[in-house]
């Protein structure tokens, strides 16, 4: 993603230690997404830096010292944000301050000589027409109609938040699979499983498949065969799950696996991969420095995952802030490119040939390195 806007190639980067914000930052095409405690949060764009205050459910505990509820409606063009204004004692229009921008609103009511904020927020569910923002004072509600930019994407609440995520990540991603990849088995499983729950997937782990079938663990498989023979099973496995569709499958982290290897890529191909790896990266430039060293070189994860997140650190009970950052990534990706569903549906139906993301026609074949025919593509 560059500025606002999310290629097919690129990745959001996670930083975890104990996650309560959010900081994002590009490196040319691709867009690093960091959650750091204790540390101001802020969004790169384009044109500039804004802070970030997250928001969660259908009560937002703002800037405000109060919690401020509101009711909330998609209209399909516009949505809809009523805010209760009883109590407040607001005599007129110029008692409020209304301030919208991409993905920001800001809501201030004037109070007895005092100034309390209704709302402050950099995280709607995604970006609005800043310019077609109308708002009103209906008996003790404030109603503000927000212009969406894509008038096709539901938004399931005002805020983007893990519930949210949730409910509009099913309209883009239309069952594609999703792929679990990185360093660690156990963190693959565990996120893994957040994102099956939350998105009402099935949950499969290629580890219990494999020692289901070899009768023994992976670790004892790679002491007596190598780590080659567990990736050539693996790959197998992850061959006959590649026509699978509304699941989450967690796959074996370290050099153990076969998304370790860039040969058997070819069936991970076939869902939205989340490549996630741990650095030792303490701040925004060092994360920087990090990212184009493994993107220079190659890494398998930076240059085949669909998304890629990094954590310092790691503990179980942070899984679904993980999770979170995936579903975000996930759905900046596939909005900026909705066709992706379905080029991901054609390559499995074209027999996931190794040919992605450039799509060759039928009857191509892959062991034919020279052969130089267009990319198919998806009807409009």
Not at 15 to 21: D, I
Not at 203 to 223: H, N
């Amino acid at each position: 993603m560059a500025s606002a806007v999310v290629s097919a190639s690129s990745m959001l980067c996670l930083s975890l230690q104990n996650p309560t914000k959010t900081l994002h930052f590009s490196i040319k095409t691709h867009s690093f997404h960091f959650l750091k405690p204790q540390l101001p949060a802020f969004r790169r764009y384009s044109t500039g830096v804004t802070p970030i205050s997250p928001l969660r459910g259908i009560s937002c505990n703002c800037s405000s010292t109060n919690t401020t509820h509101y009711e909330f409606s998609d209209g399909s063009s516009e949505v809809e944000l009523r805010l209760q204004l009883g109590g407040q004692d607001v005599l007129s229009a110029k008692d409020i301050f209304v301030d919208a921008d991409g993905t920001s609103l800001t809501v201030k009511v004037q109070h007895a000589g005092s100034i309390i904020t209704l709302i402050d927020t950099n995280s709607l569910f995604e970006k609005i027409k800043p310019a077609e923002t109308i708002w009103y004072i209906d008996d003790d509600q404030l109603v503000i109609s927000l212009k969406k930019q894509d008038p096709n994407l539901k938004w399931p609440d005002i805020m983007e938040s893990w519930e949210s995520l949730s409910a509009g990540s099913m309209q883009l991603l239309k069952g594609t699979s999703i792929y679990i990849v990185g360093d660690s088995t156990e963190i693959n499983q565990k996120v893994a499983r957040e994102l099956a729950v939350a998105l009402g997937y099935t949950p499969l782990v290629t580890k219990e498949l494999l020692e289901a079938f070899a009768k023994q663990t992976v670790d004892s498989w790679v002491v007596a065969e190598g780590s080659d023979s567990v990736a050539e099973a693996e790959s197998a496995i992850l061959e006959s799950l590649s026509s699978h569709v509304r699941a989450v499958v967690a796959t074996l982290g370290g050099s153990h696996g076969a998304a370790a290897q860039t040969d058997k890529w070819r069936h991970l191909y076939s869902g939205f991969s989340i490549w996630l790896s741990q650095t030792e990266a303490t701040d925004e430039d060092s994360a920087k420095e990090e990212a184009r060293r493994l993107i220079e070189d190659g890494n398998v994860g930076y240059t085949n995952a669909d998304v890629v997140v990094k954590l310092q650190g790691w503990d179980a009970d942070h899984a679904k802030s993980v999770a979170q950052a995936s579903l975000s990534a996930l759905k900046r990706l596939i909005l900026s490119d909705k066709k992706l569903p379905g080029k991901k549906s054609l390559y499995i139906r074209l027999g996931c040939r190794g040919d992605w993301p450039n799509i060759k026609p039928p009857g191509w074949d892959p062991s034919n390195a020279a052969d130089a025919a267009p990319p198919a593509t998806l009807p409009n």
